[in-house]
């Protein structure tokens, strides 16, 4: 096995932000109001790591308003989808109080 292979994976690999966004624009156009929170959540998180806090608080606050608008009485309600999205690790649990504790600076809670 050579060096370039070694240990990086499919899953690994991040895509690139703008298709992350097409994701996220395309799932909410779909009703998939769950997965297009987990895609703004992932792209909030990747943004304000490249130091693009604007775009951080639009996608934050763009999570925190989907996740306010879908259930959340049960586990159930709350579990992610998945547990990887955009190359971003997602909480197991992810609602609105957890969006707010992780990305409260940005999205003014």
């Known amino acids: 096995m050579s060096s ?3 240990s990086v994976f499919p899953a690994d690999i991040q895509p690139a932000l703008r298709d992350v966004i097409a994701d996220f624009e395309h799932e909410l156009a779909s009703g998939h109001r769950r997965e297009a929170a987990e895609l703004a959540y992932a792209i909030a998180v990747r943004t304000q790591a490249e130091g693009r806090v604007r775009d951080a608080a639009e996608y934050g606050k763009k999570c925190l308003a989907l996740l306010e608008e ?26 609105d109080g957890v969006v707010r504790a992780r990305l409260g600076h940005l999205v003014g809670s």
């Open 70 to 95: 879908l259930p959340s009485k049960t586990i159930d309600d709350v579990t992610s989808t998945r547990t990887k999205v955009a190359g971003v690790l997602l909480p197991e649990l992810l609602h």
């Open 4 to 6: 370039e292979d070694s």
